[in-house]
C-alpha cells in the first residue's frame, strides 16, 4: 500500500510565535491521531504568499525536534531544509539530536535552496548554490550513517568530524531535485527524492521521473534502491482560490484515485500540503486513505 505523509509548504505560520506553535501543534497531533504516516515542516525565514504580505513563520529544526518530543508514531522530515543556511556538520548533528529524541523517526530532506529574498535578509551567500550543496552532501551524508569524515572542498572544511552518539538509527537523507545535476546528485547519495508540487499527474512529471531514471541508470545505481516521494497540493473543494493546474480540488472519492495514479507511477510516498490547514483537511485525507484500505 502507498503510505500517506502528510506536510504543508507553509507548515508552522500564523499572526505570533505561541499562536503557530500552538497551531501546528494541534495539526501534527490530529494528523498522527487519524492515521497519517509522516509531518513535514518547512525551512523558511520568511512566509510570503504570491502578491501577500510576509507572515511569520517559525524556524523548521526547532518546530521538528519539539514536535518529536511531542508525537509517538510518525515519522518527521523537513520539506527541506536549505543546507545554504547552515554549516554541514552542524545540520547532521541538529538532525542526529532530533532523531535521539524521537527515537529513531527522522528523515533528513535537504535541498540547495531558491529564495533570494531570505538569502538577502539575512545575509547568505547566493552564489555557487549547487556547488555548496553538492559538497555539503559529501560530509552531511557520511555523518549521519554513522561515518566519521575529513573533507577539504572550496566552500567547507571538516577534519574528522563524527556525531558523538551517532545516530541511531542512521538518518535517511531525501534531496528535493529536477534540474539534471541535483539528479544525478540525488541518484549519487540520496536515499529518497522528492519532486513538487502537483495536483493530478501531469506530463512534466512524467518528464522529471524519467530525468531520475537516467540519473540513477548513469551513477549505476538500482532504481529500486531509492524512495520515491512527491509533493500533492490539496485543497478543499469549496475554497475559494484561483484554479491551479498544480493544485488538486476533487473530491475524497477522486482523491483516493489520483493517489493510487500516483502509486501506479512508481510514488513511494504523497507528500499532501493541505489548504487550508485545517484539522477537517487532514480528515479528508484520512477518509481518502480509508477507501484505498477497502
Known amino acids: 500500500m502507498l ?66 518530543a511531542v508525537t509517538d508514531r510518525v515519522e518527521l522530515g523537513q520539506m527541506v531544509m536549505c543546507v545554504s543556511y547552515r554549516e554541514p556538520g552542524l545540520l547532521a548533528k541538529m538532525a542526529s539530536t532530533a532523531q535521539a529524541v524521537s527515537g529513531g523517526r527522522v528523515v533528513l530532506g535537504v535541498g540547495a535552496g531558491w529564495y ?27 555523518l549521519v550513517r554513522g561515518d566519521s569524515v575529513s573533507f577539504d572542498g572550496r566552500y567547507y572544511t571538516t577534519r574528522d568530524a563524527a556525531l558523538l552518539p551517532p545516530p541511531a538509527p542512521s538518518i535517511p537523507v531525501l534531496v528535493a531535485a529536477k534540474g539534471s545535476r541535483m539528479l544525478r546528485l540525488t541518484a549519487r547519495y540520496a536515499d529518497a527524492w522528492n519532486t513538487a508540487w502537483f495536483g493530478t499527474p501531469t506530463d512534466e512529471l512524467m518528464r ?18 531509492l524512495r520515491r516521494t512527491v509533493g500533492m497540493t490539496v485543497r478543499d473543494p469549496d475554497q475559494t482560490t484561483e484554479e491551479d493546474p498544480n493544485t488538486f480540488g476533487g473530491s475524497v472519492d477522486e482523491l483516493a484515485g489520483t493517489i493510487d495514479a500516483y ?9 499532501a500540503g493541505v489548504e487550508p490547514m485545517t484539522e477537517r483537511s487532514l480528515d479528508r485525507l484520512g477518509q481518502a486513505m480509508e477507501l484505498r484500505r477497502r
Open 3 to 68: 503510505p500517506m505523509a502528510e506536510s504543508d509548504s507553509t507548515f508552522g505560520r500564523g499572526a505570533s510565535g505561541g499562536q503557530i506553535w500552538s497551531e501546528a501543534l494541534a495539526f501534527a497531533r490530529h494528523a498522527e491521531a487519524i492515521g497519517l504516516d509522516s509531518i513535514w515542516p518547512c525551512d523558511h525565514f520568511l512566509s510570503e504568499a504570491p502578491g501577500g504580505p510576509v507572515e511569520g513563520i517559525l524556524e523548521g529544526w526547532t518546530v521538528l525536534s519539539a514536535l518529536a
Open 263 to 271: 502509486e501506479k507511477i512508481g510514488f513511494d510516498d504523497i507528500i
Open 208 to 225: 522529471r521521473v524519467g530525468d531520475l531514471d537516467s540519473a540513477l541508470q548513469a551513477e549505476g545505481r538500482d532504481p529500486h534502491s
Open 116 to 142: 533570494d529574498r531570505e538569502y538577502q535578509a539575512f545575509g547568505y551567500p547566493i552564489d555557487h548554490r549547487v556547488d555548496r550543496f553538492e559538497e555539503a552532501l559529501q560530509i552531511i551524508v557520511p
